[in-house]
């Protein structure tokens, strides 16, 4: 099953005629809001774990353009653990990032972006209950998209470098489909692995994108691990949220 899940999403991606980075997926895409403009993501998500559910409620992503080329991020949840013998709230981390576009699409080459970005966190308490990551991380990545005829490939390709658990590579894939004029389907394959490509977290993720007008949207995806249950890796994910672009 998971074999006939994992060629399925990539027909869909495949086969797609837009593609989309960013919320409501884990991979990102070379786009920016604009100069001057403010793309504001609030959402509530789910994350199952062996050890109980997470909820981060709200999840705020705050993007401002400063030119046509550069993103400023930055990006917080206020998390909830809840689980057998434990319970926080808490601001859990805080993500920080500079997004630049240094190469627009051409007829022969893709559109480009580094996107890097540090990642600090607020509750050492899940850290040591390995919902998070203890420690500082800085995270060097590039997205890249190219345009063939209708359908344009969205991919991500970085380095997460962690103050106490060492290198990863994060790895993803992610594309749209625009089913009417304001209806687009999303699906997406996210991979983190270590530095020797021992494989940590494996997910997919389908969902949507819903345009009430042209400046807010309703966000929606799901997904989970590729592996089967029981190993140390997400069994659920849920990502609900609001997109205003202001």
């Known amino acids: 099953m998971r074999s006939i899940l994992a060629v399925f999403l990539l027909v869909l991606l495949s086969a797609c005629a837009f593609a989309q980075g960013g919320p409501p997926l884990i991979t990102d895409d070379p786009g920016t809001p604009g100069n001057h403009h403010w793309e504001i993501n609030v959402a509530s998500t789910i994350t199952d774990l062996q050890l109980g559910k997470v909820y981060e409620l709200p999840h705020l992503d705050l993007n401002y353009g400063y030119g046509n080329n550069l993103q400023l991020k930055l990006e917080g949840p206020l998390t909830i653990l809840n689980s057998p013998g434990h319970s926080y709230t808490s601001l859990a981390y805080s993500d920080w990032g500079v997004k630049w576009r240094f190469q627009e699409e051409t007829k022969n080459l893709p559109a480009m972006s580094t996107y890097p970005q540090i990642l600090f966190v607020g509750n050492q308490e899940l850290a040591r209950l390995g919902i998070l990551d203890p420690g500082t991380d800085f995270y060097l990545p590039m997205e890249a998209t190219k345009t063939f005829g209708h359908f344009i490939l969205d991919g991500e390709f970085g ?14 894939v992610c594309a749209e489909y625009d089913l009417l004029k304001n209806l687009a389907l999303l699906g997406e394959v996210h991979f983190i692995t270590s530095s020797q490509f021992v494989r940590d977290e494996s997910v997919w993720n389908l969902g949507f994108k819903y345009d009430f007008t042209e400046h807010e949207s309703l966000l929606f995806s799901a997904g989970r691990s590729f592996l089967r249950e029981g190993d140390d890796e997400p069994g659920f994910l849920m990502y609900l949220g609001v997109q205003f672009r202001v």
């Open 159 to 172: 380095l997460l470098l962690r103050q106490f658990t060492g290198t990863q590579v994060s790895t993803g």
